[in-house]
């Protein structure tokens, strides 16, 4: 159920933020970020399809769900901090290849193999309906955190942590939440 703040809270800083770090911190025109976002949006539904397959089909010893979520936690963990790394000196065609790279693996591959099993769990968790409509409710409230902490939090918190570098404030603070995120995803494990 606190997987509601650990699932969304990476898509609440990717929707809310990464449009404005590549274009006006990171440089990258923004055609050819819109075209990297796209891209990788387009790459997560081929994605979708094989990971979910892969679910169905590969059991771990911790359950059909718990195994995958555990496989997930850290490169989600890793992934986004990698996502916004402050790489300002690097030419342009390294920036792009790097953004590509990280966020289309971040954006595709890892969010597709933690988030799945996530969803998937809460749906089979129970067939009464009302006690699976309670434990999404409790996790929608998690997910109204995680949206509270980024919308109301995050440049607050770039701020502080990048001490008036803004590029290493979105590492440090994504760093940060993805800790955060960890945590809640280990508690949900629980």
Do not use: C
């Not at 976002?37 to 979708?48: A, N, P, Q, Y």
């Not at 890793?78 to 300002?88: E, H, K, Q």
């Not at 193999?113 to 996530?118: A, E, G, Q």
């Not at 509270?148 to 290493?168: H, N, W």
């Amino acid at each position: 159920m606190s997987a509601g703040y650990s699932s969304n809270l990476a898509v609440y800083i990717i929707s809310y933020y990464l449009t404005y770090f590549l274009v006006d911190m990171r440089g990258i025109p923004a055609a050819i970020a819109a075209v990297i976002i796209l891209g990788s949006r387009i790459f997560d539904v081929i994605t979708d399809f094989i990971i979910g397959i892969m679910i169905d089909r590969f059991h771990f010893k911790s359950g059909k769900f718990r195994g995958w979520i555990k496989l997930g936690m850290i490169p989600m963990l890793i992934g986004l901090p990698l996502v916004f790394a402050p790489i300002t000196e690097w030419n342009m065609p390294a920036k792009i290849v790097w953004t590509i790279v990280t966020y289309g693996l971040y954006g595709s591959v890892f969010t597709t193999i933690l988030y799945t099993p996530t969803n998937a769990q809460l749906i089979n968790m129970t067939t009464d309906v009302e006690e699976r409509s309670s434990i999404v409710g409790i996790r929608e409230i998690f997910n109204n955190l995680g949206m509270f902490v980024v919308s109301a939090g995050f440049l607050p918190l770039v701020k502080v942590l990048g001490q008036g570098d803004e590029d290493r404030g979105f590492f440090m603070a994504t760093a940060l939440l993805a800790a955060t995120a960890f945590a809640f995803q280990l508690w949900n494990l629980m």
